[in-house]
């Protein structure tokens, strides 16, 4: 699992983040739907860090993750106090943007899993319209629920995806992959939030310099206010990557 990957790594409190821009995101993928089955991907920011600490399960995922991606400023910002600098911020929605190109060009198929009912289908025309040829194998809304899991697992594995997008949210698409990759025979599984409401059209995503600044969290709290006991997750991580610092419980050498 984890020691097949190559990238270098930044120790975060405890959980591993590749050091990747998002092109070398999208070589490192493809490299692993060349290399099989069974691949999972994680796109980590701080609230995943927090729920990570109190959840056992969902801290194991991370861990045994074969990629995780920084997808969050706070991730940069930490990598840089702990003397570990990551190199940019890898936005899960733009990791499904360019997989979709990756695959149009590379002959590979997606399976979009999740979302509200239609969501993933219209998502599926976006990057089709955009990306000619591109095959998207199944879509399907479903749930995480334990009983709906045999019937999905079939659906995917009869569609032979070579990537699965699951939007279940954070932890629960996470954990639905770990519990199911081997059955749904896919190369590679992603996480991915939000990114089909985002591509869809159905929610908006901050302006560009928003993003750039590291403030899509505040965007997404005026918008959606019922976020606002998740966003606490930011000061408490503040906080312990500072403690980390000032105690010395890490050094650059430890990267
Ligand atoms: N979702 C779902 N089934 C569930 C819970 C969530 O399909 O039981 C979907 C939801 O419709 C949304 C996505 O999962 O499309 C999660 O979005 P959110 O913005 O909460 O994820 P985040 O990016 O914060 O992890």
Redesign the pocket.
């Known amino acids: 699992m984890r020691e097949k990957r190559r990238a270098r790594r930044a120790d975060i409190l405890g959980v591993e983040i590749d050091a990747l821009t998002p092109q070398e995101a999208l070589i490192e993928i493809a490299r692993l739907v060349r290399a099989g089955t069974g691949h999972q991907v994680v796109t980590v920011n701080p609230e995943f860090m927090m729920a990570a600490r109190r959840d056992r399960e969902f801290a194991d995922v991370l861990r045994h993750a074969d990629l995780a991606l920084a997808d969050g400023m706070g991730l940069l910002w930490a990598s840089r106090i702990l003397g570990c600098p990551l190199k940019e911020r890898v936005a899960g929605v733009e990791v499904v943007l360019g997989l979709a190109a990756l695959c149009a060009q590379q002959g590979f198929s997606l399976f979009l899993l ?3 009912p239609g ?1 993933a289908e219209e998502a599926a025309r976006v990057l089709q319209d955009a990306n000619p040829g591109l095959k998207i194998v199944g879509t399907y ?1 479903g ?2 629920r334990a009983e709906e899991e045999d019937m999905i697992c079939d659906l995917i594995r009869k569609a032979r995806p070579s990537i699965l997008l699951v ?4 932890p ?1 698409q996470d954990k639905w992959i770990r519990r199911n990759l081997s059955r749904t025979g896919v190369p590679v599984a992603m996480g991915v ?2 990114a ?2 985002f591509i869809s059209g159905r929610a908006r995503r901050a302006p560009g310099w928003m993003r750039r600044i590291g403030l899509e969290w505040l965007y997404r709290l005026c918008r959606q206010p019922w976020r606002w006991r998740r966003m606490l997750a930011l000061p408490q991580f503040a906080w312990l990557v500072w403690r980390a610092r000032l105690t010395g419980k890490k050094s650059p050498q430890d990267c």
């Open positions: 999740g979302a509200a969501v809304s749930s995480p939007a279940f949210g954070a629960q939030g939000g089909f409401d």
